[in-house]
């Protein structure tokens, strides 16, 4: 019988930004498991080459702000996965303009960049994945986080034009958007919040991170990572455009 679930990207090339920790390490870790060759970009090298080192990848320290650092790299790649970025959080009276500059050119201007550069590399070889992660957040507003959440928003449409200008040329572009994802600055947050409130931390997920969200708990890192790998493969070849919310439920609420 042929076989109709082929996950394997043996012989491809993936980039990742923001590789190092957290949601990126484990997309990184899951693509390289699926034979993929992975580069890690992160602005934290050290960090960057122990994980290469331990998935047989390589890496890269980049700062993703910078656009002349990212017209330096010297990559093409097969996959090209967006997920780096931070969080700020203010009242807009009060955001400082140049972080919001800032968190726009890591989570827009920097996706647009590297696909820039990757894409023709993928037309000519006729086959390319590129996998945004953006947020719930990218569907969503939430006050006090304007440039995270008008980034995020950015970012879908940015996804739909490369789905758009891609589709005949054998390259997918598609969305992961996860809620409240457990990682150590999620964990963070509870710590300080239950001890600002005086409550116990699972009080502060059910209250406050996860008040809008009907499945009271934090998506897992692997979570995204499963998603991010099956969008790579080639039985996702006819996927693209799309926006995959992994978020409990609360764009449904």
């Known amino acids: 019988m042929p076989e109709t679930h082929v996950t394997t990207l043996t012989g491809r090339t993936a980039v990742v930004t923001g590789g190092a920790s957290g949601i990126g390490a484990a997309i990184a870790t899951q693509l390289a498991e699926q034979g993929a060759l992975v580069v890690v970009l992160d602005?934290?090298?050290?960090a960057a080459a122990k994980l290469a080192a331990a998935i047989h990848g390589d890496f890269r320290a980049v700062d993703l702000t910078d656009a002349e650092a990212i017209d330096a790299l010297d990559l093409q790649a097969d996959i090209l996965v967006n997920n780096a970025g931070f969080q700020h959080v203010a009242p807009i009276e009060e955001f400082d303009p140049e972080q919001f500059r800032r968190m726009h050119r890591l989570m827009l201007e920097a996706p647009f960049l590297l696909a820039r550069?990757?894409?023709p590399g993928m037309y000519e070889r006729g086959f390319g994945r590129i996998v945004h992660v953006s947020s719930v957040h990218g569907h969503r507003a939430s006050p006090y986080k304007?440039?995270?959440v008008s980034a995020k928003h950015?970012?879908?449409?940015l996804s739909k034009v490369i789905a758009l200008e891609g589709a005949d040329k054998g390259v997918t572009s598609n969305t992961v958007c996860p809620g409240y994802v457990r990682t150590a600055l999620?964990?963070?947050q509870l710590a300080d919040q239950a001890s600002a409130?005086?409550?116990d931390e699972d009080e502060v997920l059910d209250q406050v991170l996860l008040a809008r969200t009907p499945v009271k708990r934090l998506v897992e890192p692997q979570e995204v990572a499963?998603?991010?790998t099956f969008l790579c493969?080639?039985?996702?070849?006819?996927?693209t455009g799309s926006s995959f919310l992994l978020d409990g439920g609360w764009t449904a609420a």
């Open 117 to 119: 550069r990757m894409l």
């Open 226 to 228: 499963e998603m991010v």
């Open 233 to 239: 493969g080639v039985g996702a070849q006819s996927i």
């Open 43 to 46: 602005r934290d090298g050290e």
């Open 146 to 148: 304007s440039a995270y």
């Open 186 to 188: 999620v964990e963070g």
């Open 197 to 199: 409130h005086d409550i």
């Open 154 to 157: 950015g970012l879908e449409g």
